[in-house]
């Protein structure tokens, strides 16, 4: 008889073999959930913790303050303000092209700029901040806060920003910042800088980079994922750059810019017995801020490419023909070389014979028989050629050389440029043909081979106001620290002493008087009211006499039209300031650079009452540090 069926110990077995699947399927799981976290905890650990780390802490970089610059009466021309920048840390990036699309749209920057920043900072670590954007407007930076959710990887970084007097005062002495370039990050002078950092490119903010930088910091922070600091770690202060006190007269420079307002020229200032730049300014100008944020490919193509070249220090690097201001040199060394007196007589009517052509005198009419005296105060050029014809060119070469003529004056800027003082030697390597003697003539007026910049006509004069003395021309008086204590100066240095008797100085120096103080003076349109001005006008060919064939004086091309010339020198008696004027393609010296020459004297004499205007921005606080990056030497 068969035994019957137990459905309920089938159904306790199936039970049971299930319960054994499931708990096979369970180990299993929990076999590679222990195999996962061995994995991670124990062969790849190091890695994770060092992901977890960089995710919960941040490493940035903290800017110096850069050094202020001040005029010598300390009005500041320089300053520092806070500025936003906006940069990108490439390993927070989700989507490096999406970002970039992004902030073209609201910056309205052509993506290739933005893709350029990031390529060149290819080298860099990936952590470090790259800046796309200098200086944000205001804007800029509320379209950028309105979207941050959006800009994985962007950030607005705060640093002290440059706040330039007027938007470019002494643009050119005091020069602007732009971002430092691959090639100057290999070099050491830049070695502590970094992409996308601003560095001095022109003018004093190049040649004083090293004391004005000043020293980076960095800190340590610990932020959350959408990047807000939550505190800080640890933190190196940065130490702000060492300030600038400048020789510049900031009223002067003032006066010196507006009077070459719409003019192509320049306008040298000079104590004469120290060598201090009293003003330097160069017309036209330049903007400094559209360095600071960037110039665009077209702005830049627009400056390069301006005739008038608007970069250019015409004050250093502007060579010019002197003129009759070159006959300064001439009665210097006639009277040394004891081949004049101030009574040796030449007769003028209006030309000079010499070869198979006469060498015209500006005065048609002549000025009769005439010696040194009158022959500096009303600019004969007949007196000149004859002297010129007597010295010959190396004569003339060596007295002008003497004087600084021909060589770079030493002062601390780049780009200065040496002019030319020719000689027979000079011409016969340049040319391979021997020296004319009726090239001399020219030479003795100042025309011809002869280049000069302003600043060297400025030095010459006073050296010759000043008894003979030399001077190298300077900018910077001292550097201070954050507390204003001084840490370096610079003082005046003399080149050398001129081996000029004083008599022959002084007799060039009443004429030079004459000029502007006697009836029949070219240079009377320089009198200021209450002192006594001495000076020499010139008035400089760039085109040959027979190019004018054809044309009146009021339509001559710009081009063709002379360059003005006028170097002043007051008081006569015990003088404080020499200036030197030159208006390019403007006309006549007495009638042009005299005028201009006045204004900056009375500028100095007569100074105008109110202040020069404040530097644009405020200085933001600045972290304590261990000193300016200066040192008591020039960099």
Excluded at 117 to 125: D, G, I, N, Y
Excluded at 329 to 341: F, K, M, P, Q, S
Excluded at 496 to 508: A, S, T
Aim: with cysteine.
């Amino acid at each position: 008889m068969n035994q019957a069926r137990n459905p309920f110990s089938e159904e306790s077995n199936e039970i049971r073999s299930r319960f054994g699947a499931l708990t096979a399927v369970v180990f299993f799981l929990f076999l590679l959930l222990l195999t996962r976290l061995y994995y991670l905890q124990v062969i790849q650990g190091t890695e994770y913790r060092l992901l977890s780390e960089n995710n919960r802490t941040r490493l940035q970089d903290l800017l110096p303050a850069r050094g202020r610059i001040s005029d010598r009466e300390g009005r500041i021309l320089v300053n520092n303000f806070p500025a936003f920048d906006l940069a990108v840390i490439r390993e927070d990036v989700k989507d490096m092209g999406l970002l970039t699309l992004r902030l073209s749209r609201l910056l309205s920057v052509p993506v290739e700029e933005i893709k350029a920043s990031l390529e060149a900072s290819r080298t860099q670590p990936a952590f470090n901040p790259v800046r796309i954007r200098h200086d944000l407007e205001r804007p800029e930076l509320v379209a950028l806060e309105t979207h941050r959710y959006e800009l994985s990887g962007a950030v607005i970084d705060i640093r002290p920003g440059r706040a330039y007097l007027n938007g470019g005062l002494a643009a050119h002495v005091i020069g602007h910042l732009g971002e430092v370039s691959p090639e100057q990050l290999k070099l050491k002078a830049y070695g502590d800088s970094r992409i996308g950092d601003l560095i001095g490119r022109n003018g004093l903010e190049k040649e004083f980079e090293r004391v004005l930088r000043g020293g980076r910091g960095w800190r340590v922070v610990e932020a959350d994922a959408a990047g807000r600091v939550l505190q800080v770690i640890r933190q190196v202060s940065p130490s702000p750059g060492g300030n600038l006190i400048l020789t510049l007269d900031a009223r002067l420079q003032q006066a010196a810019e507006e009077v070459l307002k719409d003019k192509a020229g320049a306008i040298v200032a000079l104590d004469p017995k120290t060598g201090e730049v009293l003003a330097m300014a160069s017309s036209p100008a330049f903007n400094q801020k559209d360095f600071v944020r960037g110039v665009s490919r077209e702005q830049w193509q627009a400056l390069a490419t301006d005739p008038l070249n608007p970069l250019e220090n015409r004050a250093i690097s502007g060579q010019y023909m002197p003129g009759s201001t070159f006959k300064i040199v001439l009665a210097v060394a006639g009277l040394e070389e004891g081949l004049i007196t101030p009574q040796t007589a030449v007769f003028c009517n209006g030309g000079y014979p010499f070869g198979n052509r006469v060498f015209r005198c500006w005065k048609k009419g002549g000025h009769g028989s005439i010696s040194l005296h009158r022959a500096l105060v009303e600019s004969c050029d007949v007196y000149f050629y004859d002297l010129g014809r007597r010295l010959g060119v190396d004569r003339i070469a060596r007295y002008a050389k003497l004087l600084g003529l021909g060589e770079e004056t030493g002062i601390e800027l780049s780009n200065e440029k040496a002019g030319l003082i020719p000689t027979r030697e000079w011409k016969k390597q340049r040319f391979n043909v021997p020296w004319m003697d009726g090239e001399t003539l020219s030479v003795a007026i100042g025309q011809g081979y002869d280049q000069v910049t302003p600043l060297q006509m400025a030095r010459m004069l006073a050296a010759v106001v000043n008894g003979g003395t030399l001077y190298r021309p300077y900018l910077v008086k001292k550097v201070t620290d954050l507390e204003n204590h001084v840490v370096a100066t610079y003082g005046p240095k003399v080149e050398r002493q001129l081996p000029f008797k004083l008599e022959n100085l002084q007799l060039v120096v009443d004429a030079l008087t004459g000029v502007v103080q006697e009836p029949g003076g070219t240079g009377r349109q320089a009198q200021v009211t209450g002192v006594t001005v001495g000076g020499k006008t010139g008035t400089a060919q760039v085109v040959p006499s027979s190019v004018y064939k054809g044309y009146t004086e009021a339509t001559i091309p710009y081009l063709y039209r002379d360059h003005a010339w006028f170097l002043a020198f007051a008081p006569v008696e015990d003088p404080r300031i020499v200036v030197v004027a030159i208006a390019e393609h403007a006309g006549h010296g007495g009638s042009v650079a005299a005028p201009m020459a006045r204004q900056v004297l009375e500028a100095f004499f007569h100074p105008p009452e109110g202040e020069v205007v404040a530097a644009q921005g405020e200085a933001p606080s600045e972290s304590p540090g261990s000193g300016p990056a200066a040192e008591g030497v020039r960099p």
